[in-house]
Antibody, heavy 118, light 106 residues
Framework: QVQLKESGPGLVQPSQTLSLTCTVS????????VHWVRQPPGKGLEWMGR???????SYNSALKSRLSISRDTSKNQVFLKMNSLQTDDTGTYYC????????????WGQGVMVTVSS | DIQMTQSPSLLSASVGDRVTINCKAS??????LNWYQQKLGEAPKLLIY???NLQTGIPSRFSGSGSGTDYTLTISSLQPEDFGTYFC????????FGAGTKLELK
């Protein structure tokens, strides 16, 4: 069945780089897009960026200078890297998928909580 | 970027009530509007896509409508499992979410 699972460090120091992995199963990264969405504690959702099925990437303009998304299709993994972390980057980070150009997020990972603190 | 304004931010209702949640876009989003439900500690769940299309497995008491800049999610008869937070989401251009509507038991 379709699954997405985020993994990465729970704690990151300010000014450091966050590295997260989304490992997927039950579908192909060459047929579906994978997006990253984050949520500060008790707040709303923010779309961060996407890895398209064809390898193209798009980023939220507010994060573009700090964010990079890549993938390894042989390992069924999509990676997020974001540098210069600050305390307001604290939150739950989700990966989710959509088919081609629908932007309908039908399956989500469970999310990974990231705290930015010294 | 397109701004999405949701209202109300908090909605108190009882089981069996008909409830509506509104979302207003800062410009025409051509019906590229989805609705998600999120329960505490869980990932969001897709309810409705492209304004009025019910996602597979979602009960028919959920419906959506709207056009242009104004969109509505309606729950015809509230059930206990419907309490949670609802987010609208536009994907006409760079994707953006509304701030959310918390639906609580009155």
């Amino acid at each position: 069945q379709v699954q997405l699972k985020e993994s990465g460090p729970g704690l990151v120091q300010p000014s450091q780089t966050l590295s997260l992995t989304c490992t997927v199963s039950g579908f192909s990264l060459t047929s579906y897009n994978v997006h990253w969405v984050r949520q500060p504690p008790g707040k709303g959702l923010e779309w961060m960026g996407r890895m398209r099925y064809n390898g193209d990437t798009s980023y939220n303009s507010a994060l573009k200078s700090r964010l990079s998304i890549s993938r390894d299709t042989s390992k069924n993994q999509v990676f997020l890297k974001m540098n210069s972390l600050q305390t307001d980057d604290t939150g739950t980070y989700y990966c989710t998928r959509d088919r081609a150009y629908t932007t309908n997020f039908d399956y989500w990972g469970q999310g990974v909580m990231v705290t930015v603190s010294s | 970027d397109i701004q999405m304004t949701q209202s109300p931010s908090l909605l108190s209702a009882s089981v069996g009530d008909r409830v509506t949640i509104n979302c207003k876009a800062s410009q025409n989003i051509n019906k590229y509007l989805n609705w998600y439900q999120q329960k505490l500690g869980e990932a969001p769940k897709l309810l409705i896509y492209n304004t009025n299309n019910l996602q597979t497995g979602i009960p028919s008491r959920f419906s959506g409508s709207g056009s242009g800049t104004d969109y509505t999610l309606t729950i015809s008869s509230l059930q206990p499992e419907d309490f949670g937070t609802y987010f609208c989401f536009q994907h006409n251009s760079w994707p953006t979410f509304g701030a959310g509507t918390k639906l609580e038991l009155k």
